[in-house]
């Protein structure tokens, strides 16, 4: 597609609930990011994924959350048992990552609320 | 671990003002500098990267400049316009074969006023 496209923009859920956030990159970029950002924070890095590569799992903040990519394209974050805590924007991004100049691209964000 | 910070985290200026926003960064081993700009609700739009190797990048009335071994980033706005009111973010790539993760800064929000 022209850009990383993110589903759905909103999300409102009861705690306790499961929730998937889907992530359709730029077509042909082979690095996808998922990050989070609360009211007020920065950028938390949650999971990369490039290529074929086992994934960057280390700024997942609990074993609540987990990621996949199939294919080598559209990644889906799964949030378990959702806590009030999770609520925040969840930004996903991708680059091509054998370009000269890495740059990355973002989608508008899905945004969780947790009741 | 690499930090990066930017100043200030809110800034507030007349319409046509010129302006620069800071970023700084903890370790000078990166591979490139991007700064974005995120209007609220709303993803991030790259405005302009900066490789490891370059001075400076400028896209209209925008100029961003990198003094990596001070661990440092300008972003300059010309003539600034109600328009640019958003938050802008640097973030720092770290350089290849070390990890993939882009630091980000807090950003600065910005409010031009008419």
């Known amino acids: 597609g022209a850009g990383v496209s993110q589903s759905p923009s909103n999300k409102v859920t009861e705690k306790g609930k499961d929730v998937e956030l889907r992530c359709d990159p730029i077509s042909g970029h082979t690095a996808l990011y998922w990050y989070r950002q609360s009211l007020g924070q920065g950028l938390e890095f949650l999971i990369y994924f490039q290529g074929n590569s086992a994934p960057d799992k280390s700024g997942l903040p609990s074993d609540r959350f987990s990621a996949e990519r199939t294919g080598g394209s559209v990644s889906t974050l799964t949030i378990q048992r959702t806590q009030q805590e999770d609520s925040a924007v969840y930004l996903c991004?991708?680059?091509?990552?054998?370009?000269?100049?890495?740059?990355?691209?973002f989608g508008e964000g899905s945004r969780l609320t947790v009741l | 671990k690499q930090e990066v910070t930017q100043i200030p985290a809110a800034l507030s200026v007349p319409e046509g003002e010129n302006l620069v926003l800071n970023c700084s960064f903890t370790?000078?081993?990166?591979?490139?500098l991007q700064w974005f700009r995120q209007d609220p609700g709303k993803g991030l739009t790259s405005l302009l990267l900066?490789?490891?190797?370059?001075r400076e990048q400028t896209s209209g009335r925008l100029n961003a400049s990198l003094d990596k071994s001070s661990g440092r980033s300008t972003l300059y706005i010309a003539a600034s316009q109600p328009g640019d009111s958003a938050t802008y973010l640097c973030a720092v790539r770290p350089d290849q074969g070390g990890s993939e993760k882009l630091v980000f800064g807090k950003g600065t929000k910005l409010t031009v006023n008419p």
């Open positions: 370790d000078s081993a990166i591979y490139n």
């Open positions: 991004a991708s680059l091509l990552r054998t370009s000269n100049t890495g740059e990355l691209f």
């Open positions: 900066i490789q490891s190797s370059q």
